[in-house]
Antibody, heavy 124, light 110 residues
Framework: EVQLVESGGGLVQPGRSLRLSCGAS????????MRWVRQGPGKGLEWVAG????????GYADSVKGRFTISRDNAKNSLYLQMNSLRTEDTALYYC?????????????????WGQGTMVTVSS | QSALTQPPSASGSPGESVTISCTGA?????????VSWYQQHPGKAPKLIIY???KRPSGVPDRFSGSKSGNTASLTVSGLQAEDEADYYC??????????FGSGTKVTVL
């Protein structure tokens, strides 16, 4: 079964750090670009960060640039998000998602497999 | 990186059609044919229903269709069914490994 499972969320004080993990199974993780997407309570989806299969092409949303770091370990089929200097506005359910490869065999810049998310609450 | 603009809500009766707009800028929707749409039911993860403006992943009913004109993309749900009641989000590639989502539209089946 193709699956993504996030972990590492929790309650953290403003200014502190947290590291999220996403474990992949059921597909060739090392061939897949991956993304982090978050959703604040009662709010919409927000793309956070993305990384290509090799880990050398990375992008961040302006809202997290300089504070968050995305990385991956293909040997462990795992994706990570290191979150530093957390703010109350970072409170959200954090999803990892896989890039979809369309029928043409090229990246479709869409996300087809999602985990169930891990909740991060930033509060004093 | 401004969010794409969607109407907060849309509705229709069973069997009818509903169309949701997604307005971006020349730097995202207007520049790339990489607009995708997601359906999200309460408490669930999003589900990809349209990619590359108008293509459907395997298993998505052909009642869902997409289009784009200039900086605005659209999703049409034809033959509305009760299970189509959900939140819908558009997304666009914005260049250099950057993406942007829409503000979301809640579809109600009357």
């Amino acid at each position: 079964e193709v699956q993504l499972v996030e972990s590492g969320g929790g309650l953290v004080q403003p200014g502190r750090s947290l590291r999220l993990s996403c474990g992949a199974s059921g597909f060739t993780f090392e061939d897949s670009a991956m993304r982090w997407v978050r959703q604040g309570p009662g709010k919409g989806l927000e793309w956070v960060a993305g990384i290509n299969w090799l880990g050398n092409d990375i992008g961040y949303a302006d809202s997290v640039k300089g504070r968050f770091t995305i990385s991956r370990d293909n040997a462990k089929n795992s994706l990570y998000l290191q979150m530093n200097s957390l703010r109350t506005e970072d409170t959200a359910l954090y999803y990892c998602a896989r890039d979809f490869i369309g029928t043409s065999g090229t990246p479709a810049n869409a996300f087809d497999i999602w985990g169930q998310g891990t909740m991060v609450t930033v509060s004093s | 990186q401004s969010a794409l603009t969607q109407p907060p809500s849309a509705s229709g009766s069973p069997g009818e059609s509903v169309t949701i707009s997604c307005t971006g800028a020349s730097s995202d929707v207007g520049s790339y044919n990489f607009v995708s749409w997601y359906q999200q039911h309460p408490g669930k993860a999003p589900k990809l229903i349209i990619y590359e403006v108008n293509k459907r992943p395997s298993g998505v009913p052909d009642r869902f269709s997409g289009s784009k004109s200039g900086n605005t993309a659209s999703l049409t749900v034809s033959g509305l069914q009760a299970e189509d009641e959900a939140d819908y989000y558009c997304s666009s590639y914005a260049g250099v490994n950057i993406y942007v989502f829409g503000s979301g539209t809640k579809v109600t089946v009357l």
